[in-house]
DNA sequence: CCATCATATGCCGATATCGGCATGCGTCAA
DNA sequence: TTGACGCATGCCGATATCGGCATATGATGG
């Protein structure tokens, strides 16, 4: 009786914010300061809807955050909530750091054995 | 007559693969060492097929590499393709640690404005 | 060879996602 | 007030995603 569950909804997670290609063109663009929602659009070649809800979806997650200016919208970059994607990707760091000779000669011998078994 | 795109394949980026919290979970399993399927499904709660599944994604990815061990099959962490995500994050330190008083301040007043317009 | 254990894969249902399009809504200027 | 502009929203279609379940595949030991 319980209905499944699918994938984890993009709205309330920073990790599946950013999972979007152009959602990370927009964070990039607005380092350069606040934009409206067409100069966004049109920089990034996308329609103004298109836009629009991925502005959307990156406001519920914090990342950025919107002002009214007269007619236009001004959406301007919160980079605070990057800070724990940050954070947790350096919790591996170590293992990218450390000498990884073995595991470099590990690698090879997994894409040659792989080459042999399929030719 | 060309067929619309829905979300980008979860095989075929990094971004994409850690933005599953299970697969973020096995990840953080990984660092204390080689674990076989079972075990990781065992101890993150979720079912075999679902831990293969997952580790599938995360092998595509190429954040975990995978080992014949007699009966079992050992998976074990390649967290370089995690240095992609770091460094990416890291491009935005400097607006999360410059001086957001102003920041601060006017997400402040968003939240204030918000409530008094909604009640 | 056969049974068994470990893992992978296939199918299903429910849902989320994304792009395109049309349209609604608010704001400004004449 | 009436357009015109800027933006948001709703609907649609195609597809991807995820969990659950059954089952295939594969290696091991007797």
């Known amino acids: ?3 499944p569950m699918a994938r984890a909804a993009t709205t309330s ?3 599946n914010a950013i999972a979007e290609p152009q959602r990370r ?3 990039l663009l607005l380092r350069a300061g606040e934009r ?3 100069e966004l659009a049109q920089e ?3 329609t ?3 836009a629009s809800k991925h502005l959307r979806v990156l406001r519920e997650v914090g990342l950025v955050r919107d002002r ?3 007619k236009q919208r001004l959406y301007g970059l919160d980079a605070r909530g990057l800070r724990p994607v940050h954070e947790w990707t350096g919790g591996f760091e170590r293992f990218w750091n450390e000498s990884f000779d073995r595991l470099d000669a590990y690698v090879q011998d997994i894409k040659q054995a792989r080459q042999e078994g399929r030719n």
């Open 1 to 3: 009786m319980m209905a």
């Open 13 to 15: 997670d920073v990790f």
């Open 25 to 27: 063109e927009i964070l």
């Open 36 to 38: 409206p929602v067409t």
């Open 44 to 46: 990034l070649g996308m």
């Open 48 to 50: 103004q809807p298109g």
């Open 68 to 70: 009214k200016a007269g």
